[in-house]
């Protein structure tokens, strides 16, 4: 079946640092991908996403690019701010079906001023 | 627009209780999902309801069931709790997708379900 890996964490990041969150994925076909965030008290919420491969979905200074060829969707920001401080989930839909996302398990970032 | 609504907050119920969790969609969706988020891990697809039928179903037993009513809301039941059952419970909203085009949920805040 389809499944989602995140690096684990927690991760604790000072101002303007640069953030790397790492996923991979296993999924038959041509899955899309994304990653969304979670901030306390609230829902989740689509931070990008991507359709096909080698597609670069960008948001708020957020990156990742979908790599067919190491199925892998990393999460870059080039420096963070402490309003990024949440939880980020990478998740798919497989290609077989539209209507059911895949979520990894998700990576606490906590960023210090 | 008031976005994706869920309620209660927050609910506490003993060891083979039921429970049942509401959900009201954003705005002009049709689509409902459910899923259930364990402390640290990420959400599980429950279910999906379109046109009041349960449309898709994750890895979840029968003691997890739903509805879907005309105005598109929806409720989650769980019978015979057991404390595994303590979770975050999303509601997600959407555009039903036909055949492989995705159409992005929108989430709620959740019901956090606590089994004593």
């Known amino acids: 079946g389809d499944s989602v890996t995140q690096m684990e964490g927690p991760v604790t990041l000072s101002e303007e640092a640069f953030l790397t969150i790492n996923c991979t994925y296993t999924?038959?076909?041509?899955?899309?991908l994304f990653w969304y965030v979670q901030y306390p008290g609230e829902g989740l919420q689509l931070l990008l996403k991507?359709?096909?491969?080698?597609d670069k979905g960008s948001n708020k200074g957020f990156e990742a690019t979908y790599r067919k060829e190491t199925t892998s969707f990393h999460l870059e920001k080039g420096s963070v701010q402490v309003s990024d401080s949440a939880v980020y989930f990478c998740?798919?839909?497989?290609?077989?079906?539209?209507?059911?996302?895949?979520f990894g398990s998700g990576t606490q970032l906590t960023v210090l001023p | 627009d008031a976005g994706v609504t869920q309620s209660p907050t927050h609910l506490i119920k003993t060891r083979g209780q039921q429970v049942t969790l509401r959900c009201s969609p954003k705005s002009g969706h049709d689509t409902v999902s459910w899923y259930q988020q364990a402390l640290g891990q990420g959400p599980q697809f429950i279910f999906q309801y379109y046109e009041e039928e349960e449309r898709q179903r994750g890895n979840f037993p029968d003691r997890f069931s739903g509805h879907q009513f005309p105005n598109y809301s929806s409720e989650l039941n769980v019978n015979a709790l057991l404390l595994g059952d303590s979770a975050l419970y999303l509601c997600a909203s959407s555009l039903f997708s036909v055949g492989l085009a995705y159409n992005e949920q929108f989430f709620g805040p959740g019901t956090r379900l606590t089994v004593l």
């Open positions: 999924a038959t076909g041509y899955p899309s």
């Open positions: 998740a798919l839909i497989s290609s077989g079906s539209a209507r059911q996302l895949t």
């Open positions: 991507a359709t096909k491969a080698d």
